[in-house]
């Protein structure tokens, strides 16, 4: 089946460290996104990419860094300069990021805490 | 002003009632995008339905209806009969263009919280 994946579902991460989130589409989607959502908000925008070898920043893009080699995957990471990391993070394609009229397609999601 | 705003944040329903849940955007594009999304406990969100801001006819898929209203920036969505499962967090998004700006933005709602009691 097409879709989705992110990984892993849950993800504690040490004061000073970095971790990485997987994102993984099969859906031959052209563009994708990263969103945070905190409890009670929606989802904020920290980085999206409508071709491979480009990305562009969202609204919260400090603390994030993202690479974009190959069509299938936007793995995300959340360096030690993000102070708040603690949130779910989504991953989402579209078949195109131009056109607006796209619908986007979510993954499960990943937990991030701070031990 | 935000640019999504859910008016409701959160709602009980007893089940079988008919609950709508109401959205109202705000934009100076001409040609946006409207969507509704749900996002069940499993955390994943589900694409539901998209308006094109130049088609105003209201939509039905079963028990979920949706009203667009152009004049009063409302994108308001009905579940009829409404379930057990229907449970969950509905986001409404608005994908539209800043002022000079050539790419679409999606931007959401904050959520309302649907809550369907047996």
């Known amino acids: 089946d097409g879709g989705i994946t992110q990984s892993p579902k849950y993800l504690f991460r040490k004061e000073g460290q970095n971790v990485t989130l997987s994102c993984e589409q099969n859906l031959n989607h052209d563009a994708m996104y990263w969103y945070r959502q905190d409890p009670g908000q929606g989802l904020r925008l920290i980085y999206y990419?409508?071709?491979?070898?480009?990305?562009q920043k969202g609204d919260i893009a400090e603390g994030y860094s993202v690479s974009r080699e190959k069509k299938e995957s936007f793995p995300l990471t959340v360096t030690s300069a993000q102070k708040n990391p603690t949130a779910f993070y989504l991953c989402a394609s579209s078949l195109t990021g131009t056109g607006g009229n796209q619908p986007q397609h979510f993954g499960d999601g990943t937990r991030l805490s701070i031990l | 002003a935000q640019k999504v705003t859910q008016v409701q944040t959160e709602i009980s329903v007893v089940e079988k009632e008919d609950v709508t849940l109401d959205c109202v955007y705000e934009?100076?594009?001409?040609?946006?995008?409207l969507f509704w999304y749900k996002q069940p406990p499993s955390g994943e969100l589900v694409f539901l339905i998209r308006r094109n801001s130049f088609d105003e006819q209201n939509e039905i898929s079963g028990r979920y209806s949706w009203n667009f209203q152009k004049s009063t920036s409302s994108f308001n969505f009905t579940i009829s009969d409404s379930q057990f499962v229907d449970s969950a967090v509905y986001f409404c998004a608005l994908s539209d263009r800043n002022p000079g700006a050539g790419s679409y933005q999606l931007t959401f709602g904050k959520g309302t919280k649907l809550s369907v009691i047996p």
């Open positions: 934009t100076r594009d001409t040609t946006y995008y």
């Open positions: 990419s409508q071709i491979v070898n480009d990305f």
